[in-house]
């Protein structure tokens, strides 16, 4: 899509496209998110805002996670390829971006590479998608449990996680929700744990959006201002 205008009278917008469809065809798959000044200049503030797109099956995915920069243009980029499954045929989009003042423009377009990728057939599966109170020494561990049973020709799988910390409720100690350099920790099966490093240098900006307005070169909980929050597989 092109052109959508995403401010605060319209915080959400659907698109759709039609994508290549070829099994075990493309090993890449480059999204490029950019965003441009509406007429009355850019957003001041960093926003969360996502792509999500609506699989055959009628679920919502978000497959980008992205904070809008302080006020000025950029570009970004991340490799979807492990979204495959998803990004075939005609795709229902959705952009998003909870905002107070003139927004942005959004521009998503997609480059499929040729290549053999490592499995011919996945599948995602949505395990977590909620605010979580990070910061609140009475309940140090907010997240449910989620139990999944593989399909029984599964060969590999990745845990994808998105963990961007934002807002000032009332159990923010110590500022963990933005500025908190935290190391979470997921149990697999009770035994086998990894480590989440859940902190992000935003000088030089990850996704070279820079300069900026405002505080953009802090580091920050999971993200920066201006640019794509990247998974931890």
Known sequence: FDGLWLDSATPSIIASGN?????????????????????????????????????????????????????VPCSHSINLADYTSLLQGKVTFRANCLTLTNGYLYELKFDFKQGAPAHNYSKVTRVWKEIYPFGDYANLQPVPDFSFTYPALTVASTLKLVSTGHGWGTLNTNNAAEFYNATHDIQVNGGNTFSQHNWTTCNPNPDDCSPQNGTWTYNRAGWCPGSIARPFD
């Open 19 to 71: 994508l290549p469809s070829y099994v075990g065809a493309f090993d890449t798959i480059i999204a490029t998110l950019s965003v441009t000044c509406p007429g009355g200049g850019c957003d001041p503030w960093d926003r969360v805002a996502s792509v999500d797109l609506m699989s055959h099956e009628g679920e919502w995915f978000e497959v980008i996670r992205y904070i809008t920069p302080y006020g």
